[in-house]
């Protein structure tokens, strides 16, 4: 039975993501901070495992790591919980240098202190990394910086490791959603345009059925995969 860890599973993409993973037969390990919401999110799924904390807390990814470590190995690590930063978005002159830390060490450092907590895992399955980025780790939009620095660290780190460590990693841009991140970047606005998490999934699955090298890529690109 193949063994992922899907951080931010409480919500947007990476609830979708367990749950179609557990549907297929997956052992799933997922985290939220907040018990309630990650309980009623994931708390059904008989193959899930969920543990509440937050991913820029050493103790969490020790025991995240200890998780994993109990179940022999790591098909599949996937970076996707994350933080916009203070709200709402301001330009970077308004943002504090600690400020700046915060979103930082949750959206750039924490994936990298996990990927290192379960590398022997990974090693053993010969499992991949895939980190969640955006468009904004390229692009230049303005309120956005602290954001984006993170992803744009995140993307290097992500395939920086990959290159260190000989693993399979991907920086995967999933595009625009209609998450309640996204949603709280742009208060008031109706982003009921933007496409559902769930059809992101498919486009994940196909980039880890086709296996390509190491880099850094748009899920848009791959074909869907059945569900």
Same mark, same amino acid.
């Given at each position: 039975?193949?063994?992922? =860890?899907? #951080?931010?599973?409480?919500? /947007? =993409?990476?609830?979708?993501?367990?749950?179609?993973? /557990?549907?297929? /037969?997956?052992?799933?390990?997922?985290?939220?901070?907040?018990?309630?919401?990650?309980?009623?999110?994931?708390? #059904?799924?008989?193959?899930?495992?969920?543990?509440?904390?937050?991913?820029?807390?050493?103790?969490?990814?020790?025991?995240?790591?200890?998780?994993?470590?109990?179940?022999?190995?790591?098909? !599949?690590?996937?970076?996707?919980?994350? #933080?916009?930063?203070?709200?709402?978005?301001?330009?970077?002159?308004?943002?504090?240098?600690?400020?700046?830390?915060?979103?930082?060490?949750?959206?750039?450092?924490?994936?990298?202190?996990?990927?290192?907590?379960?590398?022997?895992?990974?090693?053993?399955?010969?499992?991949?990394?895939?980190?969640?980025?955006?468009?904004?780790?390229?692009?230049?939009?303005? #309120?956005?910086?602290?954001?984006? @620095?993170?992803?744009?660290? !995140?993307?290097?780190?992500?395939?920086?490791?990959?290159?260190?460590?000989?693993?399979?990693?991907?920086?995967?841009?999933?595009?625009?959603?209609?998450?309640?991140?996204?949603?709280? @970047?742009?208060?008031?606005?109706?982003?009921?345009?933007?496409?559902?998490?769930?059809?992101?999934?498919?486009? !994940?699955?196909?980039?880890?059925?086709?296996?390509?090298?190491? /880099?850094?890529?748009?899920?848009?690109?791959?074909?869907?995969?059945?569900?």
């Amino acid at each position: 039975m193949p063994v992922a =860890l899907v #951080t931010g599973g409480s919500a /947007g =993409l990476g609830r979708a993501l367990v749950h179609t993973l /557990g549907a297929r /037969g997956w052992t799933v390990v997922t985290d939220g901070r907040d018990h309630a919401r990650l309980a009623a999110a994931v708390g #059904t799924l008989p193959a899930v495992v969920p543990v509440v904390g937050d991913v820029a807390d050493p103790a969490h990814v020790e025991a995240l790591a200890r998780e994993v470590g109990w179940l022999g190995r790591l098909d !599949l690590l996937v970076h996707n919980a994350s #933080t916009l930063g203070p709200l709402p978005l301001r330009p970077l002159r308004e943002t504090s240098t600690e400020e700046l830390l915060d979103v930082w060490r949750v959206n750039a450092a924490a994936p990298v202190a996990l990927t290192r907590a379960v590398l022997p895992q990974l090693r053993t399955a010969s499992g991949v990394v895939v980190s969640l980025s955006s468009d904004a780790a390229v692009e230049h939009y303005e #309120t956005w910086g602290a954001y984006a @620095a993170g992803k744009a660290a !995140l993307d290097h780190l992500t395939l920086t490791l990959a290159a260190e460590e000989d693993l399979t990693a991907y920086a995967v841009d999933p595009g625009d959603m209609r998450t309640a991140m996204h949603q709280d @970047a742009f208060p008031g606005e109706d982003i009921s345009d933007r496409p559902l998490p769930e059809t992101v999934v498919p486009q !994940l699955l196909a980039l880890l059925a086709a296996r390509p090298p190491s /880099g850094r890529y748009r899920a848009a690109s791959f074909a869907q995969v059945p569900a």
